[in-house]
């Protein structure tokens, strides 16, 4: 019996008028897998983050969350498959409280329609119940319960991060993808981030998918690392064998002087 | 477990309580022109109703429609069409008394329904191709739809066109605005506390986020359209029963102006900021008549003063006066807890 994959893209290729930003990329990520997607700036690993998540459409190639196919599926209804993501430049809703974004972050599961709504139903008063409680218990696990009626955007950056991803956590993905959750913090807050990357898997027991520069970070945790150059998959594999590979190196920093 | 209904229903018999009881002591008020100031009332309660709907589409939703009145008249035009050519004969041929009165008030309310919901329908026919666009766009295709409406009724001969209805029954009362005004009031209230208005604040907010997180934008947006738009064909159907005259003059982009300048007045997404700035509106509106007579002046400067005040308020306010908050927020803060 095989393990069904959570994520599987095969030959991905989107094209921007006559500008290939991706080509024919190939991923698999097993349930509770911590893989890291990095690459030079404009390597095309933000446009792979919003293919995955349904933002744009693949020119060619299948992407498929959990088993299905997402080609005709909006990117509210690739979020129910178990995709959730956090982006790289932070999209909190700025003037919601904290508890109110991660109440967004957890739409898909708590159906009630308007008229439970207006007529405070008992359907309303037990899905309410259970956001209230479910935010209140992920803003607990990044340190932000005492400011959960607070406006999102009165925290600081790193803060802001955080909530991101507990919004996006608030959807009980499958998968998680972090674009670039470490951007513009310093060395403690990354360190703090790597830690908790590593409780969320355990505790939640989902596979994250991370686009990142810091390398100290995605060395750190990674399982598995994908090198994306120009829109190609140049590199994969383990930790060590990528900070090692000549090709990636060259990526990075230019060919050597005396090849 | 229906425990919620009976509460509900509750309320609505003590609301109505207190209206009524409020409708009499004002009818026995010992004031002189004491109907100008009934007629004032009502006025307010319109407008309430008009701002409090169209804060649904554009604080919460943040889709800035222009075509609230197109809605309004709508609903104005399907309520009177049923009182006036079914409900009142109908009625007619009653015997007067107390059964009269009761089924008068029971067809009243189901025409003023009747509006309300083929004004939703409209709206959900206008939104759903309209609500793709964006911003600016958005804004003139809701602002040419309510045109669109508004030009039809002046064509249709059947219901007045261009001559008006005139003899609309006279069924609204303060009574009938001012539950509409609660109803208005705790639906939107409640919306927003609900896993729904949080969708109608995260399209608000930002679409993409919203939609990574699972929101269904498109649905959202046109689900705040319909609702507003139900709200705005109340109030038309209140305005011509209590006017019992209607014209499609009266609904002009104007008046839509009218409403999306009580919200932003009040402050964009604030449901207390809507109901307060719909009264100050409609009461500067009428206090302003008395500066021609006080000053003796030829030429009335009701307009331009109001105009001022707007710019004034704009300049030293722009987030509206209470921005995107409640009222109630104000004292919470003061009391030193956070919400």
């Avoid at chain 1, 932000?144 to 919004?167: F, K, N, T, V």
Wanted: aromatic share 10%; net charge neutral.
């Amino acid at each position: 019996m095989t393990i069904l994959n959570v994520l599987d893209a095969q030959g991905v290729t989107i094209r921007f008028g006559g500008l290939t930003a991706v080509s024919e990329f190939n991923l698999s990520i097993r349930p509770t897998e911590l893989v890291g997607l990095i690459g030079p700036n404009g390597a095309g690993k933000t446009t792979v983050f919003n293919m995955l998540t349904g933002v744009y459409k693949p020119t060619e190639g299948e992407i498929r969350v959990n088993g299905v196919d997402t080609k005709s599926l909006k990117a509210c209804d690739i979020t129910k498959l178990g995709a959730a993501r956090t982006f790289q430049n932070i999209r909190v809703f700025k003037t919601l409280s904290l508890l109110d974004n991660v109440r967004i972050g957890g739409h898909i599961h708590y159906k009630y329609s308007w008229a439970d709504s207006v007529l405070h139903s008992v359907k309303f008063r037990e899905h309410e119940e259970q956001a209230a409680q479910e935010a209140i218990e992920l803003l607990s696990i990044f340190d932000l319960a005492h400011r959960a009626h607070d406006e999102a955007r009165s925290l600081p950056y790193g803060d802001q991060r955080r909530l991101e991803i507990a919004r996006a956590l608030a959807a009980k993905p499958k998968l998680l993808l972090l674009d670039e959750p470490a951007a513009g913090l310093n060395t403690g807050e990354t360190a703090g981030l790597m830690a908790q990357i590593h409780e969320i898997r355990d505790r939640f027991g989902i596979a994250v998918l991370i686009i990142e520069h810091n390398m100290e970070l995605v060395m750190g945790i990674c399982e598995r690392i994908l090198v994306l150059n120009y829109g190609k998959t140049i590199a994969q594999g383990h930790p060590e064998a990528i900070q090692n590979d000549p090709v990636v190196i060259e990526a990075y920093l230019g060919e050597p002087a005396d090849a | 477990m229906r425990n919620w209904l009976v509460r509900d229903v509750l309320g609505i018999t003590v609301i109505s309580a207190i209206l009524i009881g409020l409708s009499y002591l004002l009818g026995w008020l010992p004031i002189p022109g004491m109907a100008y100031y009934n007629r004032v009332i009502v006025t307010i309660g319109i407008n309430i109703i008009l701002a409090v709907s169209l804060n649904i589409i554009n604080g919460h939703a943040g889709q800035f429609s222009m075509g609230h009145a197109g809605f309004m008249a709508v609903g104005a035009y399907t309520s009177a069409y049923l009182t006036y050519f079914h409900f009142q004969p109908f009625l007619a041929t009653m015997k007067e008394g107390p059964a009269q009165f009761a089924m008068q008030q029971v067809l009243f309310l189901a025409a003023l329904l009747a509006g309300g919901g083929i004004a939703a329908l409209a709206g959900w026919l206008v939104g759903l191709p309209s609500l793709r666009l964006r911003g600016d766009y958005l804004a003139i295709v809701t602002l040419g739809f309510g045109e669109i409406i508004r030009v039809l009724i002046l064509n249709i001969d059947k219901i007045g066109g261009a001559r008006g209805l005139a003899g609309v029954p006279a069924f609204a009362n303060f009574f009938w605005v001012y539950l509409f005004v609660c109803i208005v009031v705790i639906v939107s209230w409640r919306l927003i506390r609900s896993q729904v208005g949080r969708a109608f604040l995260a399209v608000r907010e930002d679409e993409i986020a919203a939609e990574a997180m699972g929101v269904n934008t498109t649905h959202y947006k046109v689900q705040a359209f319909v609702i507003g738009s139900f709200f705005a064909g109340i109030a038309g159907g209140l305005l011509g029963h209590y006017l019992v005259y209607l014209n499609p003059g009266m609904f002009q982009f104007t008046k839509s102006f009218e409403a999306i300048v009580m919200v932003v007045l009040g402050g964009m997404g604030s449901i207390s900021g809507a109901v307060l700035a719909a009264v100050i509106l409609s009461v500067a509106l009428e206090a302003l008549r008395f500066v021609k007579e006080a000053f003796g002046l030829t030429a009335d400067p009701r307009m331009v003063i109001y105009a001022i005040v707007l710019i004034l308020l704009m300049r030293l306010r722009p987030q509206g006066v209470l921005g995107n908050r409640e009222i109630g927020s104000f004292f919470r803060r003061r009391n030193g807890r956070s919400e």
